[in-house]
């Protein structure tokens, strides 16, 4: 179970700005969601891989691996990579 | 006296190393002109290269002959696209960001259109640098111009000229039928921001531009490439990655990455402008073709006009605020140049628009436009100094219509521990509101500003700061010295804060630390010296590996002293066990003559953003009959978490905020109707010499980052955020003219002061 | 850069020689502040390059009360702001050619150079028209002497003919009650272009109350440096004050043709002449009072 | 068509052939192998290159090596002298006035010039002196301090 913040750009598809989701990992939140909302997964990943535009925000943790484990009062974020000078 | 540590934030001085200020490890070689840069390198045998560039913004490329060069005696090889494998779309993170490598390859050399003036189109090797400039121009390419577009406007519109015609836009919303310019649109959302706006009291609303600036760096992009008959491909280049130099070469050559050496060589500066290749896959192919060492030095023209500056922008902000100057709602609309191909910067840009601010409700839309300039880049905070001109100028717009001081109105909504940023995650503990007390207090801010055309300003700034990944090995030696073997290039005393922090761990002394940055085939991978990561990051991978010495020391002295390792304690690197005593050194000689080597490794990828605030401070005056603006005093607070080596940490600080300071000034490229870039000089594009700044004062504000064992948060790139906003803040207070595009040069001003006398 | 030959003649009469008999692809060094980087970048193109640096006569220096100033064609701007005397007695020069580059420049480039380049912005010549010099120019032909505000034609050309060859600059000896003075703008203090600049010279009446003489000159606001003739008469038998210079510098203004470019625009341009001639003829009052 | 010069570099006699294109600052670097002295713009707007020509600094860009015949050079390889680092040097660590130092040479040969030329110059007088001289790292601050410490410590002084 997790808190996931739906990026405002597929709000359309939940109808909601924030869900929680069943789910160990953030893979396996992702993979709920898609049975919740379809067509939501693959506007977030690309080769079953999170899409290489995008990393996540799991509570302060920033990183792109969908094996992150959550619990319950985890925040998932969906954020564009970022790169520094 | 130029640095002040805030006392209510300065952390205990327990440390022996850190927060001292050792003479770098390099410093000799830097002074004296032994130090090796690329261009000091002379391989064996070596040729040298020159490119082809395209004359034109925007042109297909009809044909190109290279038989006249190729029949001049000394002319060795040619290179065009053809040279180099069909590139695959894919997108690859590059830990800094992303990179289509099919982009890249055709950035590197033009495939079927040239994108912008400057762009490269092919290249030659010759026996000599001059001949290989004459059969550069005895290439014949035949080009078919075609309509060019310069700004983010005009290329966002339906009939702007496209440059890419399958260019569909990015986005996590429905994508368009209709390929665009527009790369990638981004979006964040935060409360509801029609009700935030309607709880307002002041609500301010303005359009602001941004010229296109590039990096700056003294050293031109130079590389050193050998293919040898092996097949086995060595390059020496400038870069502020090896690994990913090598990782991008691997794609762009399609060859597996352990076939490839990369030589970093000291690098005369980057600033997220030495992290993509140009130069490197052409020398590579020319060594290959020729069978000899090429080497490849661009000229500043090249350099200005064919790598990575960072982008013009285009952007609309508005914030609302009540009576007692409590922020409701934002709004921003960003639009950023990509150049010639997608994946500019406006991620970052989009995220940091707000992120100062504690804002209830906000809406953000990011647009990353490609249009007929050269692919943009990272420069030091990339995106958030356009973003951070914008929203501080409103800030202290309403600062000013609410009559509130503009440092206690920043107070009232700065963002800190527990404040969820309007792209989604929470802050932990951050320094904001500690810079912000801390100008309060500075003798600055105490001293009132008299005379007239003077005025002062304040601005704040943020940058993220990354962890990424690093390796370090550590080698014991006989006489009790460690050498510390690392891959982070050195471009500003890194060697020496990440040897303090491994000095640090063990009780030692810096000097004691022997630190060496090697190649990619000498220590594990690590990610680019940027993102203000590599004390921070590198410096963590130093400081595990000291911990794992430390283990192999206990063990070596269990075994001199005949005593179980439980027996044996460390503290302050002395080692006591059986009621024997030796210090780090003298235990390193016993431990030398009867164990086993000791190595200590540290790898480390920290996951976490370490999040730097800012706050500058400035005067200036304005000469109202030129519109030249003089600075006369500069204060620059930032919270470092932990300086290592103070006076490096001030260094950034003070380097960050003079390219602030010309970013806002007179920096800009400057462009004719041909699409050609007309300051192509460190004459005409105007970064500031000495006699052009004052000192600048600098306040190190320490609120330890929890993720760090010293408390390091990286002080690199946030500097350089603050000031055009800061500036432009204090030209109003100066003149009564609010500015909303950058460079605010001297033209610039003295026509907005005229239109404001004349009531234009 | 093609590569070219090299001739350091130590005779003016051997450098003449070798001027007109080679091609118009002959260049003269004298400083090489600007002919080298204009080689470098394919804007001129040489075969023969001749270093005039060992030719005596143009290294000649010399100041004298009833001559004036003798100044050898590659005399260096630093020779000339390193002597106190010349610095003292002709400071609108000295200003003009302390600020010409920075130090690294200055060991080098030359006011024969800087007037031979003719670059519309160069910031020795304005000083030149102002103090009246006069070039001296040796060639085939013989010697002929020339106002400076007659030398430069066009950007980068001159009246110099196939064979001929910048000698000296002559500056006429100053009476006490001169003054003079340059300033040109530039969006940093130092290392750029001047998007306009003025000289301003005057001679003062004993009261020093009146201007008695006044030559104004502009620079990078034509095709040329300029002599503005009519601020300059205007300014006889006028009473010094700030309304004076102030309309002297609308005067100056009327023969400012300027262009837009990236160093300014035309309006910009125009109205700098107008702020440099009342700064500089300010300065110039003040000094010839001292 | 090369060209033989005789000049004297850093006290020794030193001869060399060069094309008469070739730069003093190619020739130093790459025929010489002094590479001390950096190339940063290639046409006198950086320093970067800078060194001691008959007793003036110079950009070595902007000079013909064939214009050494018979001159009198200092490269920053000189400046320290018998294993000891000049005062300016030494000063330049100690306060960190350098970064990348890429731009260190040329700042320390116009550095030293200036404290010859000018034992104790005021703040302005550094800037002013330096002015041909460009980094982009340090915003001058410890370079301009590193210029005044060491015009207490240098023996002009």
């Known amino acids: ?85 | 006296m130029s640095t002040e540590v805030a006392p209510d934030t300065q952390t205990p001085a327990t440390y022996k190393v850190i927060g001292t200020r050792p003479v770098r490890h390099d410093g000799a070689d830097k002074v004296t002109g032994k130090a090796v840069y690329t261009d000091d390198l002379h391989v064996p045998n070596m040729v040298f290269g020159a490119f082809v560039r395209s004359p034109h913004a925007h042109a297909r490329i009809v044909s190109i002959d290279t038989s006249d060069a190729e029949k001049m005696p000394g002319v060795l090889a040619t290179c065009t696209s053809a040279d180099l494998p069909d590139p695959w779309d894919k997108v690859d993170n590059l830990g800094e960001g992303c990179v289509n490598y099919a982009h890249l390859s055709g950035n590197v050399l033009a495939r079927n259109k040239a994108l912008y003036k400057g762009h490269a189109v092919a290249a030659v090797a010759a026996t000599d640098s001059y001949l290989a400039q004459e059969a550069a121009r005895r290439i014949r390419v035949e080009f078919e111009p075609l309509p060019a577009t310069m700004c983010v406007q005009d290329a966002m519109r339906n009939d702007a000229p496209l440059l890419h015609d399958e260019l569909i836009t990015h986005t996590l919303d429905d994508k368009p039928a209709r390929p665009s310019n527009i790369a990638s649109h981004i979006q964040f959302e935060k409360g509801n921001v029609d009700e935030g706006f309607a709880a307002a009291d002041v609500v301010i609303e303005r359009e602001f531009k941004t010229a296109t600036v590039h990096q700056g760096y003294i050293e031109p992009h130079v590389s050193v490439a050998l293919w040898n008959e092996d097949g086995r491909l060595k390059i020496w280049t400038a870069t502020q990655g090896s690994f990913v130099v090598r990782q991008q070469m691997a794609e762009l050559l399609k060859m597996p990455v352990s076939q490839i050496t990369i030589v970093p060589c000291e690098i005369g500066g980057g600033f997220g402008g030495k992290i993509s290749v140009y130069e490197q896959p052409v020398a590579a192919v020319l060594s290959r073709k020729c069978g000899r060492p090429v080497k490849i030095m661009m000229q500043r023209d090249e350099v200005f006009e064919a790598t990575g500056p960072t982008p013009a922008s285009f952007m609309r902000v508005k914030l609302g605020a009540t009576k007692d100057g409590k922020l409701t709602a934002g709004k921003a609309w960003l639009a950023f140049d990509a150049g010639a191909f997608p994946g500019g910067v406006i991620g970052p840009g989009a995220m940091c628009v707000f992120s100062c601010y504690d804002l209830p409700h906000a809406t953000v839309d990011g647009f990353d436009v490609v249009l007929n300039k050269p692919k943009t880049q990272a420069y030091r905070a990339p995106g958030s100094t356009h973003v951070a001109f914008a929203t501080e100028c409103v800030i202290d717009e309403l600062a000013e219509r609410l009559k509130i001081d503009p440092i206690e109105f920043r107070l009232n909504n700065a963002a800190k521990e527990g404040t969820r940023r309007v792209d989604g995650p929470v802050y932990p503990r951050v320094g904001l509101v500690e810079c912000l007390q801390a100008i309060q207090e500075s003798d600055h801010w105490k001293t009132p500003l008299t005379g007239p055309n003077r005025g002062r300003g304040v601005a704040c700034g943020f940058w993220f700061n990354c962890g990424l990944k690093s390796s370090v090995t550590a080698n014991v030696n006989a006489d009790g010295t460690v050498t510390l073997v690392e891959g982070s290039t050195d471009i500003g005393g890194t060697r020496t804060s990440i040897a303090m922090q491994l000095a640090e761990t063990l009780g030692i002394t810096a000097e004691d630390v022997i630190p060496q940055v090697v190649d990619t085939d000498s220590v594990g991978f690590t990610d680019v010296t940027g993102g203000s990561r590599t004390t921070f990051a590198t410096g963590l991978a130093a400081h595990e590996a000291a911990l794992d010495i430390q283990k192999q020391m206990v063990e070596q002295a269990a075994q001199i002293w005949e005593c179980s390792p439980d027996e044996v304690t460390v503290a302050d690197g002395v080692y006591q066990g059986n009621g024997k005593s030796l210090s780090f050194k003298a235990l390193a000689v016993e431990a030398d003559k009867v164990g086993i080597p000791i190595v200590g490794r540290g790898v480390v990828d920290p996951q976490c953003s370490t999040n730097a605030f800012a706050v500058n401070l400035v005067d200036v005056e304005v000469d109202p009959e030129t519109g030249k603006v003089t600075i006369l005093r500069f204060t620059v607070c930032q919270d470092a978490g932990k300086a290592i080596h103070p006076s490096y940490v001030e260094g950034q600080m003070q380097g960050g905020s003079a390219q602030g300071i010309g970013w806002a000034l007179n920096e800009e490229y400057f462009y004719g109707d041909d699409g050609h870039m007309r300051n192509a000089s460190f004459l005409d594009y105007r970064m500031p010499t000495c006699y052009d700044l004052p000192m600048i004062d600098t306040i190190i504000v320490e609120v330890a980052n929890p993720d760090h064992p010293y408390g390091v948060r990286g002080v690199g790139e946030v500097p350089i955020v603050p000031p055009p906003p800061a500036i432009a803040n204090a030209i109003y207070r100066a003149t009564g003219v609010r500015f909303f595009e950058l460079p605010m040069s001297p033209p610039t001003v003295w026509n907005a002061i005229k239109g404001q006398t004349t009531g234009e | ?290 | ?157």
């Not at chain 1, 993979?31 to 939501?40: A, N, R």
């Not at chain 3, 340059?182 to 010279?201: H, K, T």
């Not at chain 4, 005021?122 to 460009?134: D, K, P």
């Not at chain 4, 001058?140 to 207490?152: E, H, T």
């Open chain 3, 1 to 290: 850069m093609i590569d070219f030959e090299y001739a350091a003649p130590t005779q003016l009469d051997e450098a003449i020689r070798l001027l007109a008999a080679a091609g118009d692809g002959t260049r003269i060094l004298a400083g090489g502040t600007d002919i080298i980087v204009q080689l470098r970048e394919g804007l001129r193109s040489a075969d023969l390059v001749v270093d005039i640096k060992k030719i005596s006569e143009l290294t000649q220096l010399k100041l004298s009360g009833d001559k004036g100033l003798h100044l050898g064609a590659s005399v260096s701007c630093r020779r000339i702001y390193d002597d106190q005397n010349i610095a003292a007695s002709y400071p609108g020069l000295a200003d003009a050619v302390r600020i010409i580059g920075g130090w690294q420049i200055q060991s080098r480039a030359s006011v024969g150079g800087n007037l031979c380049n003719s670059s519309p912005a160069a910031d020795a010549i304005p000083p030149l028209i102002a103090y009246s010099a006069t070039a001296h120019i040796a060639g085939p032909g013989g010697k002929r002497m020339v106002p400076v505000e007659e030398f430069c034609t066009a950007p980068g050309h001159n009246i110099l003919q196939q064979g001929e060859l910048l000698v000296a600059l002559t500056l006429p000896p100053q009476p006490s009650n001169a003054g003079s003075a340059y300033q040109r703008f530039i969006p940093r203090n130092e290392m750029d272009i001047a998007v306009a600049g003025a000289a301003s010279w005057v001679q003062l009446d004993q009261s020093g109350e009146r201007i008695e003489q006044a030559r104004i000159a502009l620079s990078a606001v034509a095709p040329t440096p300029v002599f503005a003739v009519d601020a300059s008469e205007w300014l006889k038998g006028q009473v010094v004050s700030e309304e004076v210079f102030a309309e002297a510098g609308e005067l100056a203004k009327r023969v400012a043709s300027p262009i837009d470019d990236m160093r300014g625009t035309a309006e910009y341009r125009t109205h700098l002449v107008g702020v440099l001639t009342k700064r500089t003829l300010a300065t110039a009052c003040q000094r010839a009072r001292k």
């Open chain 1, 1 to 85: 179970m997790a808190i996931v913040f739906i990026p405002s750009q597929l709000q359309k598809l939940t109808g909601t700005a924030q869900v929680e989701v069943e789910g160990d990992t953030v893979r396996a939140v992702v993979e709920q969601m898609e049975k919740q909302f379809p067509g939501i997964q693959q506007r977030l990943f690309e080769d079953d891989q999170l899409s290489p535009t995008l990393q996540l925000s799991v509570d302060h943790v920033m990183t792109r691996a969908l094996s992150t484990s959550v619990t319950p009062s985890t925040e998932i974020h969906f954020l564009p990579v970022i790169g520094g000078g």
């Open chain 4, 1 to 157: 068509m090369k060209t033989h010069v005789t000049t004297t570099i850093n006290g020794a006699t030193v001869e060399f052939l060069c094309q008469p294109r070739q730069s003093l600052l190619a020739v130093l670097r790459d025929e010489l192998s002094l590479t001390g002295c950096k190339e940063g713009c290639n046409n006198g707007n950086c320093g970067a290159c800078t060194v001691m020509l008959d007793g003036l600094p110079v950009d070595s860009c902007l000079v013909l090596a064939v214009e050494a015949e018979g001159a009198e050079i200092e490269t920053v390889e000189g400046i320290a002298e018998q294993g000891h680092l000049h005062p300016l040097q030494q000063c330049f660590l100690e306060g960190a006035a350098l970064q990348c130092g890429i731009c260190t040479p040329g700042f320390l040969v116009t550095a030293k010039a200036l404290l010859e030329k000018n034992p104790q110059p005021s703040e302005q007088e550094i800037r002013f002196g330096l002015a041909g001289n460009l980094c982009r790292c340090t915003g001058y601050d410890k370079i301009v301090r590193a210029v005044q410490a060491a015009s207490q410590a240098s023996p002009e002084s």
